[in-house]
């Protein structure tokens, strides 16, 4: 049998599935929790939700340099795996979690000794609201270090090919803390502190569990410096990456604002839309990364470009799926978020654009699976930095000065994601990001 059929082979259908679904479900644990602890806190008052935004502000923060962290240490741990060493797989793990848990200890100190101003300075000067954020986040930050220990464990037990322990160390924590919120805010009488040791108690759960499963697996647990390195040279180029997605992000949200109330109420609308289609096709490139790291590292080069192609159908596929919904539901989707029809008739602005770039945008996710699987983060950083300086700021601020609105904005976020799909493209047909052997 060829290397590329073996591949194949090893990644049927299924398979993607089983390694797909289950990073769905974890990836999507945490945005619906935090829609549990918002309603929960909402009936608390303005001054508490307000505080609650200010606060989990930073923890989503917190959350985002988890998630760099997790990304990284999958394909890493895959090539290990990938080349018949699980223990030197499960080693990835014990190094990625040793930085896990320093940072976390730092995030929980600065969040008591500086979250008082931290919160101040995000608030706006609302003293009331200060307050109460700082309240909650000294509270809260306390979880930093589970937080941050549970993403390292969903990094090397994806790149083991192990995606149930993680549906349930992250799950059964979430629904803990889902049932403690309402009980610690109200009965209890804690209030907007119930909802901060919810989230803390949930956090710490989670981590405990991932570092009894790394306890478990019986390796060394003693910290290599030269690893953590390597594992933060990964994790900054993904830092970098991740840096210019938000301040595209940001400066897209900052020009529709200058359009008016209804133009950036519509654009917020059609962006937490496509965050939720990129939040689902995540799951498809944590697939892309396990696989592909496995390939490489149990030398198959041949094989991990079929399942490239593979993947990059299956998100196209996603994506036209995607585009189709999106598309039927032009005339319903914007009246479940705004009953101003000032905002509705905007966002038709954008949903044409919306639509168009879900084919596109679900090969892009895919490919930078496949890649980040590879290890070829630093073609990634600099392909997202050039696309962002060379085409979607100069769009949006195009657009702010030749007065194009919400289209203009839109259409400049399709240019970002065209650059990205050709450049990924043109670096899938040169296969120089498939390297073999267990470390890159």
């Not at 990073?23 to 608390?44: K, N, Q």
């Not at 003693?222 to 938000?246: C, H, K, M, N, T």
């Not at 990059?312 to 032009?330: E, K, S, T």
Request: proline content about 4%; aromatic content about 6%.
């Amino acid at each position: 049998m060829s290397q590329t059929a073996t591949a194949t082979a090893i990644a049927p259908p299924r398979r993607i599935a089983a390694l797909a679904l289950p990073a769905l479900v974890v990836l999507a644990a945490e945005p619906l929790y935090v829609l549990v602890d918002t309603a929960v806190v909402g009936h608390l008052g303005r001054v508490p939700l307000a505080a609650l935004a200010v606060g989990g502000t930073v923890m989503t923060l917190t959350a985002w340099l988890g998630t760099v962290l997790a990304y990284g240490i999958t394909g890493r741990a895959a090539r290990r795996f990938g080349s018949g060493d699980r223990a030197a797989a499960v080693a990835e793990g014990v190094q990625a979690s040793w930085l896990a848990l320093g940072v976390g200890v730092l995030v929980a100190l600065a969040m008591q000794l500086g979250g008082g101003a931290l919160a101040r300075t995000l608030a706006g000067g609302g003293d009331d609201v200060a307050g109460a954020a700082a309240q909650w986040l000294r509270i809260a930050a306390l979880g930093a270090p589970g937080l941050l220990l549970a993403a390292a464990g969903n990094g090397w037990l994806r790149g083991i090919q192990d995606t149930r322990r993680p549906l349930v160390f992250v799950l059964a924590p979430n629904l803990l803390s889902a049932l403690l919120c309402p009980l610690l805010v109200y009965p209890a009488g804690l209030g907007l502190a119930g909802s901060a040791v919810a989230n803390a108690v949930a956090q710490t759960v989670s981590g405990a569990l991932f570092a009894v499963a790394l306890v478990r697996e019986r390796v060394s647990l003693r910290p290599r410096p030269r690893l953590i390195r390597q594992q933060l040279a990964l994790s900054r180029d993904l830092l970098v990456r991740g840096v210019a997605f938000q301040a595209s992000f940001l400066s897209a949200t900052a020009v529709a604002a200058r359009f008016g109330a209804a133009a950036v109420g519509a654009h917020q609308i059609a962006l937490q839309l496509w965050f939720f289609t990129a939040l689902v096709l995540d799951a498809l490139a944590i697939a892309a990364q396990a696989l592909i790291g496995a390939a490489l590292g149990a030398g198959d080069a041949a094989g991990a470009r079929a399942l490239a192609r593979r993947f990059a159908l299956l998100g196209g596929v996603a994506g036209v799926g995607f585009a189709v919904l999106i598309a039927a539901g032009a005339g319903v989707v914007p009246s479940w978020f705004s009953s101003d029809p000032q905002v509705r008739e905007q966002a038709m602005v954008a949903w044409p654009w919306f639509v168009a770039m879900q084919p596109l945008a679900g090969v892009v996710f895919a490919l930078d699976g496949v890649l980040i699987g590879a290890g070829d983060v630093r073609y990634l950083r600099n392909l997202t930095i050039v696309a962002a300086l060379g085409g979607f700021l100069p769009a949006i601020w195009l657009a702010h000065g030749l007065d194009l609105g919400l289209g203009g904005i839109w259409a400049g976020l399709t240019l970002f994601i065209v650059i990205r799909l050709v450049a990924l493209l043109l670096r899938l047909r040169s296969g120089g990001w498939a390297v073999t052997g267990a470390v890159r």
